[in-house]
Each structure stands twice: as structure tokens, then as C-alpha cells.
């Protein structure tokens, strides 16, 4: 397999059309399964994806192709070329045609092998599950870990390259009818304390040795940080602003957009940041494709934080250049992670010893949308939902269907918890890289019980 940014420089060479932008990704994955107390499968892969976009300028404006392939056949590289020159000539004019943005250097490790993971990186988690495979409980989960390359380059001479390392564990405990779930986000495994989860999954599997039924209704409820997470992601995916301007989404509001409206009472900031410590992520933008977030004209601009809530008050919506020119603002590129901060150093335990009655929630999953005018999610809670009563937990009680804005719980949150890093659950495998504080609503709305185990 030729490297990564031979691919990038032949693909240029091979070009004949007005512009090229070439994106290279060389991802390298390790996994771990076990089951009923045993390690069952592991294995590594190593793959290559590459994308080839084509622009042809003329009096009408830009046409663009793109044309993607998984071959590491470097005698593929001119047909893949060829083809997205074709269809570009015959495309429609772009809507969000603009210059490409210019690059004057390249990189030092430009021409560096793309970094690789190995078995070996799940050495101190399988150390720790060891202790676990001994006990009574029956566990099951996953471990995940990737570690991406990314090569941009362009006929306006950007070269950029960044390595992008993401992992992720999660286990399930069983005891019985009884099942309680933990979970971490990573970037090497050296930082997963197995044991605490561990003592957390007992701890919850211990809980629901008492059962209670409770009706649907509106409970105070704790949002604990994985949980607040998929819904703060759902969130900023919906946090465009041509959407937003045109009065499609829940950020609109008559003759614009709710930025500088005030949600609720907490002064909590919702953010991305390249540089966050522990979940850092591609100081540039690189896509093959555009929508209402992200041009593929403005590959290689700068990513750089992003306040999209500030102190309370809804701060910032992503534009693309094209978008931003046109509503007369600043373009804004989505972030690959997200932080919620702002609230107390109280620890989930603190927030429970102060509830008199509520619940506490592990996870959510299965949350779909519906209805996007005021971002109204539905989704059904997950491994564990227990009640608490004169500040302790005394059992678990039965599944619920859930009706929630995540927008509206910013509203009417009375709490916010510390942050802490965390990994969502329903949106793992698009988006780990998060921290987030639990989250106390008076009013949670579990619109229906729920069957589901």
C-alpha cells in the first residue's frame, strides 16, 4: 500500500480539471469482546478510504464532483480522477461555491507512516476485567479503539495532516433479571480505572435487589453525564444556521434566530474545543461532502472553539463560508467534541443525598426526533432506573418511554453537577469525545412506561 500522501500528490498530479481537493484517511482498529465472563473474540484491521473532489469554474459558477474508493491499488488513483472530472463537468452549478482556501507549507510529517494500533493497547483493561470474570455477575461488553490518519490536499496548495486516536469500553453486568451498564471514552486505555467501574456496575446490580413499579408522569429526576451527553449532541446537531435562518429548526424564532436568548436560570456553557485536554480532535476541516454545517469548499480552515451556549445564553450557530456571506455573520465549523460546564463540583452522590424523591437514570437510547420545530425528543431509558427517597437509592424501578427537548431541559434545569468526562451511549459511534455534568430536572416527563429490559 502506497502511503497515505503519495495517494494525495499523485491524485493532484493526475488532475486536469480547474481544482482538486484530495482527503486520505488510514484508519487502524483493534477490538475485544467477552461475554459470560470470557474473553470471546479479538482481532486488528487497517483500512484506507480516499476521496477525490473535482471543480470545474465557468460563467455559471462551480460544478463539483466527488468521487470516493477503498482500492490500494495506486494504478486506480487516474480512473478515480477521470471520473470525478466527468461528472463534474455536467454537475449543476454549486450552491456554496467560494475559493478554496490557500496553503503556502507542508507539514513536517507530511510524508510520516500513519500510526497504528495493536491488541496490545487493551493490555491494563483486560488486566482489570480479569478480577471481574472471577465474581458472581455475568459480564458482557465491547472495547473499542481507532486510530484514524487524515492527509488533506488541494491544487491551492493546502497540505495538512492530523492522527486521530478514539477508544471506547463498555460493559454490562447481569445479575439475575437485573442488568446495569458502565461505560468510557478514551484515547489509549492507560486512563480507564476498571475497577471503579466495576464497583460501579456492582453497586447498581446491588440496587436492584428491591423492585418498584412506578406510572408514567413527570418525576425530578438526576440526568446523569452520559445521558445529558446524547442529548446535548442531538442538540448541536441541530444548531445550524442556515436551517435556523430559514425557520426550519428549533433555534428559529420570527425574522431570525434565538441567538442571545436566555435559556433557564444555570449560567452553563456548552462549547467544542480542538484543544481540550483528553479530547482534542483535527485543527482543520476536512470533508468530501457539504450540507447546512460544513462546505467542502472550505477544506483546510481552521477549527477552533466554539461557544454555542454561553453563560446560559444561546451564543453561536455553524456556517459555512457560503452560509455566513449570505446571513451576514461569522462562519462557525461544527466541533467533534462537545463540553457542558458551568455548574457545581457536586458529585452524582452529593446529588442524590440531597433528593427527597426522584429518580436516577443511567442511559437513554433509541432517541429519535419528534418534532424538529421545538427539538421534542422520544427515546426509552436503559440498564438501570431507580428511585431515590430521603437521599438514598432504595431499588430500581421499571423502564420508561421518555418526551424531552433538550433545549427545554436546559430551560428548566435546577442543578448541574461537575463535569466530567464521559461517553455517550446512543451516539458512541459517531461522537465520543464529551464531558458533561449530571443534571436535575424537577419535571422529567417519562410519558409512558416502558417493556423494554
Known amino acids: 500500500m502506497i502511503s497515505g500522501h503519495d495517494v494525495v500528490e499523485r491524485a493532484l498530479s493526475a488532475a486536469t480539471v480547474d481544482e482538486t481537493i484530495v482527503i486520505v484517511t488510514d484508519s487502524s482498529?483493534?477490538?475485544?469482546?467477552?461475554?459470560?465472563?470470557?474473553?470471546?473474540?479479538?482481532?486488528?484491521?487497517?483500512?484506507?478510504?480516499?476521496?477525490?473532489?473535482?471543480?470545474?469554474?465557468?460563467?455559471?459558477?462551480?460544478?463539483?464532483?466527488?468521487?470516493?474508493?477503498?482500492s490500494?491499488?495506486?494504478?486506480?488513483?487516474?480512473?478515480?480522477?477521470?471520473?470525478?472530472?466527468?461528472?463534474?463537468?455536467?454537475?449543476?452549478?454549486?450552491?456554496?461555491?467560494?475559493?478554496?482556501?490557500?496553503?503556502?507549507?507542508?507539514?513536517?510529517s507530511w510524508e510520516n507512516p500513519p500510526r497504528r494500533t495493536d491488541i496490545d493497547v487493551f493490555g491494563s483493561l483486560a488486566g482489570g476485567l480479569s478480577s471481574g470474570f472471577d465474581g458472581a455477575d455475568q459480564l458482557y461488553g465491547f472495547a473499542h479503539h481507532q486510530i484514524e490518519t487524515v492527509w488533506l490536499g488541494s491544487s491551492s496548495g493546502i497540505r495538512k495532516r492530523y492522527t486521530q486516536p478514539t477508544g471506547s469500553v463498555e460493559i454490562n453486568g447481569k445479575r439475575g433479571k437485573a442488568s446495569a451498564w458502565v461505560g468510557a471514552g478514551t484515547a489509549t486505555f492507560d486512563d480507564v480505572a476498571v475497577e471503579r467501574l466495576?464497583?460501579?456496575?456492582?453497586?447498581?446490580?446491588?440496587?436492584?435487589?428491591?423492585?418498584?413499579?412506578?406510572?408514567?408522569?413527570?418525576?425530578?429526576?438526576?440526568?446523569?453525564?452520559?445521558?445529558?451527553?446524547?442529548?446535548?449532541?442531538?442538540?448541536?446537531?441541530?444548531?445550524?444556521?442556515?436551517?435556523?435562518?430559514?425557520?426550519?429548526?428549533a433555534l428559529s424564532r420570527a425574522g431570525g434566530t434565538r441567538i442571545g436568548e436566555k435559556l433557564g436560570t444555570l449560567p452553563l456553557t456548552l462549547y467544542s474545543d480542538p484543544r481540550e485536554p483528553g479530547l482534542e480532535y483535527s485543527p482543520f476541516l476536512a470533508t468530501g461532502s457539504s450540507n447546512d454545517s460544513v462546505s467542502l469548499f472550505d477544506n483546510g480552515v481552521p477549527t477552533s472553539r466554539v461557544e454555542w451556549i454561553r453563560g446560559g445564553v444561546i451564543n453561536a450557530l455553524a456556517y459555512p463560508r457560503?452560509?455566513?456571506?449570505?446571513?451576514?455573520?461569522?462562519a462557525t465549523v461544527p466541533g467533534d467534541n462537545l463540553i457542558l460546564a458551568g455548574g457545581s463540583t457536586a458529585t452524582i452522590d452529593e446529588m442524590v443525598?440531597?433528593?427527597?424523591?426522584?429518580?436516577?437514570?443511567?442511559?437513554?437510547?433509541?432517541?429519535?426526533e419528534v418534532d424538529p420545530a421545538t427539538l421534542l425528543l422520544t427515546g426509552l431509558t436503559r440498564d438501570g432506573v431507580y428511585l431515590v427517597e430521603d437521599g438514598r437509592v432504595v431499588?430500581?424501578?421499571?423502564?420508561?418511554?421518555?418526551?424531552?427537548?433538550?433545549?427545554?431541559?436546559?430551560?428548566r434545569a435546577t442543578e448541574a453537577g461537575a463535569t466530567s468526562t464521559?461517553?455517550?451511549?446512543?451516539?458512541?459511534?459517531?461522537?465520543?469525545?464529551?464531558?458533561?455534568?449530571?443534571?436535575?430536572?424537577?419535571?422529567?416527563?417519562?410519558?409512558?412506561?416502558?417493556?423494554?429490559?
Open 29 to 70: 482498529e483493534a477490538s475485544l469482546r467477552w461475554a459470560g465472563n470470557s474473553m470471546t473474540t479479538n482481532g486488528i484491521s487497517t483500512s484506507r478510504r480516499w476521496t477525490v473532489v473535482s471543480i470545474v469554474r465557468d460563467s455559471a459558477g462551480a460544478r463539483v464532483s466527488t468521487v470516493s474508493s477503498t
Open 72 to 108: 490500494v491499488d495506486p494504478a486506480d488513483i487516474s480512473s478515480v480522477v477521470r471520473e470525478a472530472e466527468r461528472s463534474a463537468r455536467t454537475a449543476e452549478p454549486a450552491e456554496d461555491a467560494a475559493p478554496l482556501i490557500e496553503g503556502t507549507s507542508t507539514p513536517r
Open 198 to 249: 466495576l464497583a460501579d456496575l456492582s453497586t447498581r446490580l446491588d440496587w436492584a435487589a428491591t423492585s418498584v413499579d412506578l406510572p408514567a408522569g413527570r418525576y425530578e429526576t438526576i440526568v446523569p453525564p452520559s445521558a445529558v451527553a446524547d442529548l446535548m449532541i442531538y442538540l448541536m446537531w441541530t444548531m445550524e444556521g442556515r436551517g435556523a435562518q430559514e425557520g426550519h429548526t
Open 322 to 330: 457560503f452560509a455566513a456571506r449570505k446571513y451576514g455573520t461569522n
Open 353 to 368: 443525598a440531597s433528593t427527597e424523591r426522584g429518580l436516577l437514570l443511567t442511559t437513554l437510547w433509541y432517541i429519535r
Open 395 to 411: 431499588g430500581a424501578v421499571n423502564n420508561f418511554r421518555f418526551n424531552e427537548s433538550p433545549l427545554d431541559l436546559l430551560r
Open 422 to 453: 464521559t461517553l455517550p451511549r446512543e451516539w458512541k459511534d459517531w461522537f465520543t469525545r464529551t464531558a458533561m455534568p449530571a443534571l436535575r430536572i424537577p419535571d422529567f416527563h417519562m410519558s409512558s412506561v416502558s417493556a423494554a429490559q
